[in-house]
């Protein structure tokens, strides 16, 4: 993913995504190579439901990517990982993407 390719909307996602510290642990967690849920929440010090909360972010935001694979002794096991991209935000990259923006919720018409 780079950011030059994205639409307001995404990178608005993406930036969201990123705006939490629980998040970013877990990107730089998953910065050497792909994990199995269970050993990042043990390495983040985070319960594994709060772990899949902020996990469902970062995939929304094209950040992560889960695979489930079966276990040599048939149990399922979910591994992520981090997706490659680049952020490179500018006044001109914010200024082409701009028209792709959605309307805020609480801008009020004005007749």
């Given at each position: ?73 048939g149990k399922a096991v ?34």
């Amino acid at each position: 993913m780079d950011s030059e390719d994205l639409t307001g909307a995404e990178l608005l996602a993406v930036f969201a995504a990123l705006a939490n510290p629980h998040r970013l642990r877990i990107l730089g967690a998953l910065a050497d190579g792909r994990q199995y849920v269970s050993l990042l929440a043990r390495q983040l010090g985070m319960s594994r439901p709060l772990l899949h909360m902020h996990l469902q972010k970062l995939q929304a935001a094209g950040l992560v990517a889960g695979e489930l694979e079966l276990s040599e002794e048939g149990k399922a096991v979910k591994y992520f990982a981090a997706t490659p991209f680049s952020l490179h935000v500018t006044p001109q990259a914010i200024k082409a993407i701009a028209p792709t923006l959605p309307e805020p919720a609480d801008r009020k018409e004005t007749d």
